[in-house]
């Protein structure tokens, strides 16, 4: 640098200050809209010079936020079904077979096992409680399966089960937050935001990432499971209903027909390219994307969401009962929105928290109750998936935030009325099928009593590298930028589970 | 602080090469009036580029103390090195005085020869001999495969071939990476910097096996994960060596290792056949691409920088404009979903030229088994999707011999699941799909109200 121009600099600088100390705090706010506006445009500018192809851009449209984008690789799967059982289903009355733990039913738990930990309840010396159900070896893989699931028992050879997921949550909602969002705090994006951001969504007039849940209440981390975090908020799951409205507040009111309906949507986008106009502001072009898609789904989403029209074969098949608010329908819906182009479906059953502490929360009552409403519907969803060619491209997981103790609840030190287990965060299984899975796998092995992992680990970190990694994603590659640095929705951490890959 | 001097020589010795190189373009240059001001400058180049050898010449001989490196080689290139460096000093000093000019373009031309000479025996060291004719050279196929295993000795003609492909480029006879030698029995038993690298009849123990099975990422990793990886196989191979002793002289008989082997080699290499061909194509005209935009195709290539494409018809209202679009894509398409779209068998006529095509989605569609003849030529089929369409048996046949058709969904057409024998013979590789899958009523589907009485 030449000594006039460091001369020139220092002119143009204080001349800067000498302007900025004229500008209120309107002024200012207003300006730097504007300059963060035009910051974004520029970006979006200077990409498009770089990219002369229409469709070759991977970059954030605010004018058309859910346009398709293609992955950084070519990924086996399209979409994704994640089934999410909240509460934390037992993997001891499921998945994990461990015969040496009848043995030990009614013993004293061994203080080994309790030193220096910590459970949500069980306090003093709890006892062992054996496994509450019978275990079969199923398919041609022999994989084990409690008889606690008879109809996935027969589809087990497109499963791959992962029987040492750990996790360092022992709360509901902290632990729901990690798998979900890659962090056990608020505020992160969810793992199909993420999704929706990086391949956007095929079908224009439905959202890419829908949220369904069923068991009587959402899960205990709350709609942040679903949020978008620091993404643009057009990415956060949409939450749908299987029952009333498919979702609250779209449809119009008594007296709006869809002709007024339009006019005043239109009204309100002309304000807000006004207002564009004067900000730049790129999430005001999302509010008018946003605007006009949820115009759309006016008609779409009813139509979608409408199992009436299935027919009787496939209501047979998920044990579906249309107009009631079900796990069934909810995963029937799950399949319609897959092959109609949604990107990413979560389901949420609520009420699988089986403390003992009555009998629709025992693990030899209960259980075996929400076991016989999702079997069916969950057998069905891969069949059907199979039938209409769609299984190699969906990913479907299930899982929870964790699992459940070998112990035997004693809530404050006293005995519970009914068998239950706590909280257990240090082993408990998932399974994956479809989007590229080998089929018929087994990952992981916890020890003779399922209390701790022996082989194979899998942290919620893994099972996102994984999902992405299906789509076409580099888990360490997929950045968004957030105050000044680039997240990740695995952060720091994170493998993908080549093991269970085909 | 003497490594890092070492260290410093692979990046010196570019000084001297592109210095002197200059020097001798000018020398070489016809001596024309306008060249005058470069042939001025030849000498303070000259003196240079000699510097910067004699820089080079020093930290070379501290990088070749350093013991990474102990071959022949090295001792070729030290001393043309040195002579280079003394050369181009005595040519510089000599080059000005009287009567030498006539002889200036040889003496450059014997510079040149002698950097040239230098410089690839450096290369050769740091990145193997045959680096560089390996592009040109066919080099003689690694394959285990056609090892006899009756005959065969275990170390020479099993875990040689490995080492020697997959380690020896840097633990060999020109690199000696971590002071290790896997290119002879004496140097394997030796082992290297870190101890031994194999412990016969101990497989857990052994290094090499320890490194071969570190996840890529990991520092310790070998082979880089940059450089080739050996195959499952091949590390199975090793195993089996290690836990059976080791041995180099036995064959593979005399060490008991036949029926394993075998079995280890005839697990097949996991070969992808991906949907996706690997060669590279031209991107496709974008005016072609906008026109299925503005249509409301959905188009994406199928990763980010390729040029194959995938399209969706799934918010087309326009089919006919569309399809006739799609024909011009007849190199980049290679998945198409038009599943639902009131497709008939015109318009499969349109898709005959798009012979990448590795998916096709047609369920619910107008389609019938004369449009189906259309798809003979698409040679690269992997996934066709007929449910729902008015397809018999007799339509699909007409496909037989696809090479690459693995999966074929046919549920509610109209092809008979008696057709399954026939339908297998003619696409032997092919899974079909008839679907009408049921999950029976079982009597555990109840809700139960107590806790079954256990057995």
Same mark, same amino acid.
């Given at each position: 640098?030449?000594?006039?121009?460091?001369?020139? +600099?220092?002119?143009?600088?204080?001349?800067?200050?000498?302007?900025?100390?004229?500008?209120?705090?309107?002024? *200012?706010?207003?300006?730097?809209?504007? %300059?963060?506006?035009?910051?974004?445009?520029?970006?979006?500018?200077?990409?498009?010079?770089?990219?002369?192809?229409?469709?070759?851009?991977?970059?954030?449209?605010?004018?058309?936020?859910?346009?398709?984008?293609?992955?950084?690789?070519?990924?086996?799967?399209?979409?994704?079904?994640?089934? !999410?059982?909240?509460?934390?289903?037992?993997?001891?009355?499921?998945?994990?077979?461990?015969?040496?733990?009848?043995?030990?039913?009614?013993?004293?738990?061994?203080?080994?096992?309790?030193?220096?930990?910590?459970?949500?309840?069980?306090?003093?010396?709890?006892? @062992?409680?054996?496994?509450?159900?019978?275990?079969?070896?199923?398919?041609?893989?022999?994989?084990?399966?409690?008889?606690?699931?008879? !109809?996935?028992?027969?589809?087990?050879?497109?499963?791959? #089960?992962?029987?040492?997921?750990?996790?360092?949550?022992?709360?509901?909602?902290?632990?729901?937050?990690?798998?979900?969002?890659?962090?056990?705090?608020?505020?992160?994006?969810?793992?199909?935001?993420?999704?929706?951001?990086?391949?956007?969504?095929?079908?224009?007039?439905?959202?890419? *990432?829908?949220?369904?849940?069923?068991?009587?209440?959402?899960?205990?981390?709350?709609?942040?499971?679903?949020?978008?975090?620091? $993404?643009?908020?057009?990415?956060?799951?949409?939450?749908?209903?299987?029952?009333?409205?498919?979702?609250?507040?779209?449809?119009?009111?008594?007296?709006?027909?869809?002709?007024?309906?339009?006019?005043?949507?239109?009204?309100?986008?002309?304000?807000?390219?006004?207002?564009?106009?004067?900000?730049?502001?790129?999430?005001? $072009?999302?509010?008018?994307? +946003?605007?006009? @898609?949820?115009?759309?789904?006016?008609?779409?989403?009813?139509?979608?969401?409408?199992?009436?029209?299935?027919?009787?074969?496939?209501?047979?098949?998920?044990?579906?009962?249309?107009?009631?608010?079900?796990?069934?329908?909810?995963?029937?819906?799950?399949?319609?929105?897959?092959?109609?182009?949604?990107?990413?479906?979560?389901?949420?059953?609520?009420?699988?928290?089986?403390?003992?502490?009555?009998?629709?929360?025992?693990?030899? #009552? %209960?259980? #075996?109750?929400?076991?016989?409403?999702?079997?069916?519907?969950?057998?069905?969803?891969?069949?059907?998936?199979?039938?209409?060619?769609?299984?190699?491209?969906?990913?479907?997981?299930? %899982?929870?935030?964790?699992?459940?103790?070998? @112990?035997?609840?004693?809530?404050?030190?006293?005995?519970?009325?009914?068998?239950?287990?706590? !909280?257990?965060?240090?082993?408990?299984?998932?399974? @994956?099928? %479809?989007?590229?899975?080998?089929?018929?796998?087994?990952?992981?092995?916890?020890?003779?009593?399922?209390?701790?992992?022996?082989?194979?680990?899998?942290?919620?970190?893994? #099972?996102?590298?994984?999902?992405?990694?299906?789509?076409?994603?580099?888990?360490?590659?997929?950045?968004?930028?957030?105050?000044?640095?680039?997240?990740?929705?695995?952060?720091?951490?994170?493998?993908?589970? !080549?093991?269970?890959?085909? | 602080?003497?490594?890092?001097?070492?260290?410093?020589?692979?990046?010196?010795?570019?000084?001297?090469?592109?210095?002197?190189?200059?020097?001798?373009?000018?020398?070489?240059?016809?001596?024309?009036?306008?060249?005058?001001?470069?042939?001025?400058?030849?000498?303070?180049?000259?003196?240079?580029?000699?510097?910067?050898?004699?820089?080079?010449?020093?930290?070379?001989?501290?990088?070749?103390?350093?013991?990474?490196?102990?071959?022949?080689?090295?001792?070729?290139?030290?001393?043309?090195?040195?002579?280079?460096?003394?050369?181009?000093?005595?040519?510089?000093?000599?080059?000005?005085?009287?009567?030498?000019?006539?002889?200036?373009?040889?003496?450059?031309?014997?510079?040149?020869?002698?950097?040239?000479?230098?410089?690839?025996?450096?290369?050769?060291?740091?990145?193997?001999?045959?680096?560089?004719?390996?592009?040109?050279?066919?080099?003689?196929?690694?394959?285990?495969?056609?090892?006899?295993?009756?005959?065969?000795?275990?170390?020479?003609?099993?875990?040689?071939?490995?080492?020697?492909?997959?380690?020896?480029?840097?633990?060999?006879?020109?690199?000696?990476?971590?002071?290790?030698?896997?290119?002879?029995?004496?140097?394997?038993?030796?082992?290297?910097?870190?101890?031994?690298?194999?412990?016969?009849?101990?497989?857990?123990?052994?290094?090499?096996?320890?490194?071969?099975?570190?996840?890529?990422?990991?520092?310790?990793?070998?082979?880089?994960?940059?450089?080739?990886?050996?195959?499952?196989?091949?590390?199975?191979?090793?195993?089996?060596?290690?836990?059976?002793?080791?041995?180099?002289?036995?064959?593979?008989?005399?060490?008991?290792?036949?029926?394993?082997?075998?079995?280890?080699?005839?697990?097949?290499?996991?070969?992808?056949?991906?949907?996706?061909?690997?060669?590279? =194509?031209?991107?496709?005209?974008?005016?072609?691409?906008?026109?299925?935009?503005?249509?409301?195709?959905?188009?994406?290539?199928?990763?980010?920088?390729?040029?194959?494409?995938? =399209?969706?018809?799934?918010?087309?209202?326009?089919?006919?404009?569309?399809?006739?679009?799609?024909?011009?894509?007849?190199?980049?398409?290679?998945?198409?979903?038009?599943?639902?779209?009131?497709?008939?068998?015109?318009?499969?006529?349109?898709?005959?030229?798009?012979?990448?095509?590795?998916?096709?989605?047609?369920?619910?569609?107008?389609?019938?088994?004369?449009?189906?003849?259309?798809?003979?030529?698409?040679?690269?089929?992997?996934?066709?999707?007929?449910?729902?369409?008015?397809?018999?048996?007799?339509g699909l046949v007409q496909l037989e011999g696809l090479p690459q058709l693995k999966n074929i969904f046919v549920y509610q057409t109209l092809i008979n699941r008696e057709d399954i024998g026939a339908l297998n013979k003619s696409f032997p590789n092919a899974i079909i799909d008839f679907g009408d899958y049921v999950v029976p009523a079982l009597p555990f589907d109840t809700i139960v109200s107590r806790a079954p009485v256990s057995k």
């Amino acid at each position: 640098m030449t000594q006039k121009e460091i001369h020139n +600099q220092r002119l143009q600088k204080e001349a800067e200050h000498v302007s900025l100390q004229c500008y209120t705090r309107r002024h *200012f706010i207003k300006e730097s809209a504007m %300059g963060l506006g035009s910051l974004a445009l520029g970006a979006l500018l200077g990409s498009c010079g770089n990219n002369p192809s229409p469709i070759a851009n991977n970059f954030f449209d605010a004018t058309n936020p859910l346009a398709p984008k293609p992955p950084m690789f070519t990924g086996k799967a399209k979409s994704v079904i994640y089934i !999410h059982m909240a509460g934390a289903p037992s993997q001891l009355e499921l998945f994990s077979y461990k015969p040496e733990l009848s043995k030990l039913d009614g013993l004293d738990c061994p203080p080994s096992l309790l030193e220096g930990k910590k459970f949500a309840f069980i306090r003093g010396v709890p006892k @062992m409680l054996g496994p509450q159900a019978n275990f079969r070896q199923h398919g041609q893989s022999g994989l084990w399966l409690s008889d606690n699931l008879p !109809h996935l028992s027969t589809v087990i050879d497109d499963m791959a #089960i992962l029987n040492a997921v750990t996790t360092d949550q022992f709360n509901h909602a902290p632990a729901q937050l990690l798998m979900h969002t890659g962090t056990p705090r608020l505020g992160r994006p969810s793992l199909g935001s993420w999704v929706t951001y990086g391949l956007g969504s095929e079908n224009k007039n439905l959202p890419g *990432f829908v949220v369904l849940t069923s068991g009587g209440n959402n899960p205990d981390a709350g709609k942040s499971v679903w949020g978008s975090g620091f $993404l643009p908020s057009v990415y956060q799951g949409v939450q749908c209903r299987s029952e009333g409205d498919p979702v609250l507040f779209i449809k119009d009111p008594d007296g709006m027909n869809r002709d007024l309906r339009k006019a005043s949507i239109d009204a309100i986008n002309k304000i807000n390219h006004e207002e564009y106009q004067e900000y730049k502001d790129p999430e005001i $072009l999302s509010r008018i994307a +946003q605007y006009e @898609m949820a115009y759309k789904m006016q008609i779409s989403v009813p139509e979608v969401m409408n199992i009436n029209d299935e027919p009787l074969y496939i209501h047979e098949m998920y044990g579906t009962k249309p107009g009631e608010a079900n796990f069934a329908n909810n995963v029937l819906l799950a399949r319609k929105l897959v092959e109609k182009g949604v990107r990413f479906v979560q389901l949420f059953d609520w009420g699988w928290d089986t403390h003992g502490d009555s009998a629709g929360n025992a693990v030899d #009552i %209960g259980l #075996i109750n929400k076991c016989r409403r999702v079997d069916r519907p969950i057998t069905a969803l891969l069949l059907d998936l199979k039938q209409r060619g769609l299984l190699d491209e969906t990913l479907v997981i299930w %899982g929870s935030e964790f699992g459940r103790t070998p @112990m035997q609840e004693n809530r404050e030190g006293k005995q519970m009325p009914f068998k239950g287990r706590d !909280h257990h965060a240090a082993a408990f299984s998932m399974w @994956m099928a %479809g989007g590229g899975i080998k089929g018929g796998t087994s990952y992981g092995e916890s020890d003779e009593i399922g209390y701790d992992v022996v082989s194979g680990k899998v942290e919620a970190f893994d #099972i996102q590298a994984t999902i992405l990694n299906q789509l076409g994603f580099d888990h360490e590659k997929f950045t968004f930028e957030s105050q000044g640095r680039p997240f990740r929705l695995t952060d720091v951490a994170g493998k993908v589970l !080549h093991e269970i890959i085909s | 602080m003497l490594e890092l001097i070492g260290h410093l020589h692979p990046l010196l010795v570019h000084l001297p090469i592109g210095i002197l190189l200059l020097a001798i373009l000018f020398e070489l240059l016809p001596s024309r009036k306008r060249y005058r001001p470069l042939k001025r400058s030849i000498f303070t180049i000259l003196l240079i580029g000699s510097t910067t050898a004699v820089m080079s010449c020093v930290t070379g001989y501290v990088l070749s103390q350093s013991g990474d490196y102990e071959s022949e080689l090295i001792g070729w290139h030290q001393w043309m090195g040195i002579s280079l460096t003394i050369y181009s000093l005595g040519y510089s000093w000599i080059r000005n005085k009287k009567g030498f000019k006539p002889y200036r373009k040889l003496f450059s031309f014997v510079l040149l020869i002698l950097l040239m000479i230098t410089g690839h025996l450096g290369g050769s060291i740091t990145h193997g001999e045959d680096y560089l004719m390996a592009a040109v050279s066919v080099k003689s196929s690694f394959n285990l495969s056609n090892v006899n295993l009756q005959e065969a000795l275990y170390y020479e003609d099993l875990v040689k071939p490995i080492l020697q492909n997959r380690c020896a480029g840097c633990h060999g006879s020109s690199k000696q990476k971590g002071k290790l030698r896997l290119d002879a029995p004496e140097y394997i038993l030796k082992g290297g910097k870190d101890g031994k690298v194999l412990i016969a009849g101990k497989v857990d123990d052994s290094e090499m096996i320890d490194r071969l099975l570190l996840p890529p990422d990991d520092e310790d990793h070998m082979p880089p994960k940059e450089k080739a990886q050996p195959s499952a196989k091949e590390i199975e191979i090793l195993k089996l060596w290690i836990a059976s002793g080791a041995d180099f002289k036995k064959s593979v008989v005399e060490s008991n290792q036949v029926v394993s082997l075998q079995k280890v080699m005839s697990s097949k290499e996991i070969k992808l056949i991906t949907d996706v061909p690997e060669e590279d =194509v031209a991107s496709a005209d974008s005016k072609t691409i906008n026109e299925l935009l503005k249509l409301g195709a959905v188009i994406l290539p199928v990763a980010q920088g390729s040029n194959y494409l995938s =399209v969706n018809l799934i918010n087309v209202e326009a089919l006919d404009s569309a399809v006739d679009q799609l024909s011009q894509l007849n190199q980049q398409l290679v998945w198409l979903k038009a599943g639902g779209q009131p497709m008939t068998d015109n318009h499969l006529l349109k898709l005959v030229h798009l012979n990448n095509i590795t998916k096709l989605s047609l369920e619910h569609t107008r389609i019938s088994d004369v449009g189906l003849s259309s798809l003979k030529s698409l040679k690269n089929l992997q996934y066709l999707n007929l449910n729902g369409t008015q397809v018999t048996f007799r339509g699909l046949v007409q496909l037989e011999g696809l090479p690459q058709l693995k999966n074929i969904f046919v549920y509610q057409t109209l092809i008979n699941r008696e057709d399954i024998g026939a339908l297998n013979k003619s696409f032997p590789n092919a899974i079909i799909d008839f679907g009408d899958y049921v999950v029976p009523a079982l009597p555990f589907d109840t809700i139960v109200s107590r806790a079954p009485v256990s057995k």
